[in-house]
């Protein structure tokens, strides 16, 4: 059964440092999305991507944010100046169709820790 | 605004009893899509089950089942004969599907689920 895949599983990085975190999505879905999960709370949106661009983004996805569909098969999610706030799991998910009815495939995640 | 509420932090069941996880939701717009995720210790988010806001009848997928009730904006998770491996995290979620959304998920804050044997 095809999968959304993430890699690295987890990251260590120091605050201020640069970070990409990379996902693969199911490869004839055409919606992209990244969700953030702090320790202990809810999953939160953070950017939608249809067609080569960002097509809705939450008020945590600020300047420091950036997303990328650099080639056929991968997204990635950069962040450019790492806090020790964006300590989180981060979900890459896809979709096949952007309407409400249809499932969004989650990625295994990747547990980001700033230090 | 759109909102998922979830009232129960935690609950507990005895093993292979059923169990209901409460989740009600708030919206205006008259298309939606409700979801079940199962959340285990290591961190993935598993789909459980998928219930349409014109959906007549409620979903079921093995033992998994959603009371929704559209009048009450209430979409309730039953887990039937629960086993140890139900033990998790269990988040309701939401889709919209309005004009120019991509259909980004609403999540409740999520319920920790422990089976006892």
């Known amino acids: 059964e095809p999968e959304v895949t993430q890699t690295p599983s987890h990251q260590v990085t120091q605050m201020g440092q640069e970070v990409i975190l990379r996902c693969v999505p199911i490869?004839?879905?055409?919606?992209f999305y990244w969700y953030r999960q702090i320790l202990g709370q809810k999953v939160e949106f953070l950017v939608s991507f249809y067609n080569n661009e960002i097509s809705e983004k939450s008020e945590i996805f600020d300047d420091q944010f950036s997303v990328e569909r650099p080639d056929g098969s991968n997204f990635t999610l950069k962040i450019r100046s790492t806090k020790l706030e964006d300590s989180a799991m981060y979900f890459c998910a896809s979709s096949e169709v952007g309407e409400s009815t249809y499932e969004q495939y989650f990625g295994p995640g990747t547990r980001l820790t700033v230090t | 605004a759109q909102k998922i509420t979830q009232t129960q932090p935690g609950m507990f069941v005895q093993e292979k009893e059923a169990v209901t996880l409460d989740c009600t939701y708030d919206t205006s717009d008259p298309s939606y899509g409700l979801f079940w995720y199962k959340q285990p210790s290591s961190g993935e988010m598993i789909f459980l089950i998928y219930q349409g806001s014109y959906d007549q009848q409620n979903a079921t997928e093995g033992r998994y089942s959603l009371n929704f009730q559209k009048a009450r904006k209430s979409a309730n998770l039953v887990i039937s004969a629960s086993q140890l491996g139900d033990s998790a995290m269990y988040f309701c979620a939401m889709r919209l599907n309005y004009g120019g959304s991509q259909g980004n998920l609403i999540f409740g804050k999520g319920t920790k689920l422990s089976v006892k044997p």
């Open positions: 490869s004839n879905h055409l919606y």
